[in-house]
C-alpha cells in the first residue's frame, strides 16, 4: 500500500517556487556566501532543490522537514553557499515552532537557545578573538530566533483559539439560559392563567349544565346569574392577563399577587358556586412567594373540589408550625351524581410545581372517604403565629 502525502498548501507550494528561483538566480548572478569552500559551482544548487522540496512539507510534515533541512544546511556548508538555503531554512524552524507537535513548539527554542550559547562559547574559546561572536550571533539567527518567534506566534494564535472558544461557550450558556428563562416564564404563566380562569370556567361549565337539565325557572335563573358572574370575573382575568402580556413598554403596572388576605373572598367565591367550605387558618406573618403559593393551592383545590366532589363539606387549614406551612383540603371522594366539569390534571401538576420551587412536599390522593391535598411549604423566616381564626357556613354535612 503506497503511502500518500497529504496536500501541500498553496502557500507553500508559492514558498518553494520562489526560494528555488531566487537561488538559482543567486547563483547564476555568482554570489555565495562561502566563495572559498572545496565543492564548485553547481554543488550549491543540489541543497538548494532540496530545501525547495521541504518547504512544501512545512505545514503538513515540519519536524521532519526541519530534520532534513537541518542536515542540507550542514551541506551548505561545504560548498560555495548560498545565502537563499540558509534562509528557507530559518522559515522550516519557524513552520516547526508554529505548526509542530505542542512539545515541539516548546523544545525547539530552548534546544536552539543552548545550540547558539555553545557555538558562541566554543568558537570564543577555540579562536580567543572577539570576531568569534559573530559565529554566535548568526547562529542565533538562523536557529533561535526563527524558533522563538515561531513559539510566539504559536502561544498567541491558541490564546485567541482559546477565547473564541469560551466566546463561543458563553454565548450557548447564555442562549440555554434564555431558553430555560423563556421555558420557566412559560411554565408560570400556564399556572396563573389555569388558576385564575379554571374555577370560573368550572363554575359555568357545572352551573350551564344545571340549567340544562332541570327545568325549573328559579334554578336556571339563579344558574344563569352564577355563570354571568363567573363568566364577567373570568373574562376580567383574561384581559388583565392579555395586557400584561402585550404590554412590551412595561408601562404597565404589574398586578399586585393575592395574598392569604384574600382567602376569605375566595372561600366566599366557592361558596356561591355551592360548595359547603370551612376555613382553618392559624398562621403568623409569610414571605409573599409561600403566600402565592398557598393562595393559588388553596384556589385550585377549591375548583377541583367544585368539578369533582361529592356534596359534603370542603375543609380548608392553614397551619404553620416547626418553620413550615402546611396547606390541607379535604373534599368528599366518591361518584358523584350531578354535573361534573372536565379535567385535564394540569391543575395537580401546577400545584406540585409551586410546591417543588420552594423546597416543599406534596401529595393528592384519596384517604378513605375524602380526598385530600396536603402541601408542605418551608419558610424561610419562622415567625410566632398570630392569627387563628375558624370560618365557618352552615351545619350540613
Not at 361518584?335 to 390534571?345: E, F, H, M, N, T
Amino acid at each position: 500500500m503506497a503511502l500518500r502525502l497529504p496536500r501541500p498548501h498553496r502557500f507553500d507550494v508559492c514558498v518553494a517556487v520562489t526560494g528555488l528561483l531566487c537561488g538559482v538566480l543567486v547563483w547564476a548572478l555568482g554570489l555565495y556566501s562561502n566563495p572559498g569552500r572545496a565543492l564548485p559551482g553547481a554543488w550549491v544548487l543540489a541543497p538548494l532543490a532540496v530545501m525547495s522540496v521541504l518547504e512544501l512539507m512545512r505545514r503538513t510534515r515540519p519536524q521532519l522537514a526541519l530534520s532534513i533541512g537541518t542536515v542540507m544546511l550542514i551541506a551548505d556548508q561545504f560548498t560555495r553557499g548560498n545565502i537563499v538555503t540558509v534562509t528557507m531554512y530559518t522559515d522550516l524552524m519557524y513552520a516547526a515552532a508554529l505548526y509542530g507537535s505542542p512539545s515541539a513548539a516548546r523544545r525547539l527554542p530552548v534546544t536552539t537557545g543552548l545550540v547558539t550559547v555553545t557555538v558562541t562559547i566554543g568558537f570564543v574559546a577555540w579562536w580567543r578573538v572577539p570576531e568569534a561572536l559573530l559565529i554566535g550571533f548568526v547562529t542565533g539567527v538562523v536557529s533561535f530566533a526563527p524558533a522563538a518567534t515561531g513559539a510566539l506566534v504559536r502561544s498567541h494564535r491558541d490564546a485567541a483559539e482559546t477565547a473564541r472558544l469560551r466566546a463561543e461557550q458563553t454565548a450557548l450558556l447564555a442562549e440555554m439560559d434564555r431558553s430555560q428563562a423563556v421555558v420557566a416564564e412559560r411554565s408560570r404563566m400556564a399556572r396563573e392563567l389555569h388558576d385564575m380562569v379554571a374555577g370560573h370556567l368550572s363554575a359555568i361549565a357545572i352551573h350551564s349544565t344545571a340549567a340544562l337539565s332541570l327545568d325549573d325557572p328559579v334554578t336556571s335563573r339563579d344558574a344563569l346569574g352564577v355563570i354571568r358572574e363567573n363568566s364577567v370575573e373570568g373574562l376580567a382575568e383574561m384581559r388583565r392577563l392579555i395586557g400584561i402580556l402585550r404590554d412590551s413598554s412595561g408601562d404597565l403596572e404589574p398586578a399586585a399577587a393575592p395574598t392569604l388576605d384574600g382567602l376569605g373572598s375566595l372561600v366566599d367565591g366557592a361558596r356561591a358556586n355551592g360548595l359547603d367550605v370551612a376555613l382553618n387558618t392559624a398562621y403568623g406573618p409569610l414571605p409573599t412567594p409561600v403566600e402565592l403559593a398557598a393562595y393559588r393551592i388553596v384556589q385550585e383545590s377549591l375548583t377541583n373540589a367544585l368539578k369533582h366532589a361529592c356534596p359534603g363539606r370542603v375543609t380548608v387549614a392553614l397551619a404553620q408550625l416547626d418553620g413550615s406551612l402546611t396547606v390541607a383540603v379535604t373534599s368528599p371522594y366518591g361518584d358523584r351524581d350531578g354535573p361534573r366539569a372536565p379535567g385535564s390534571g394540569a391543575g395537580l401538576v401546577g400545584m406540585r410545581e409551586r410546591t417543588e420551587l420552594l423546597g416543599g412536599t406534596f401529595e393528592a390522593g384519596p384517604e378513605g372517604p375524602l380526598w385530600t391535598v396536603r402541601a408542605t411549604l418551608p419558610v424561610t423566616e419562622v415567625t410566632e403565629v398570630t392569627e387563628v381564626t375558624e370560618v365557618t357556613e352552615g351545619d350540613s354535612a
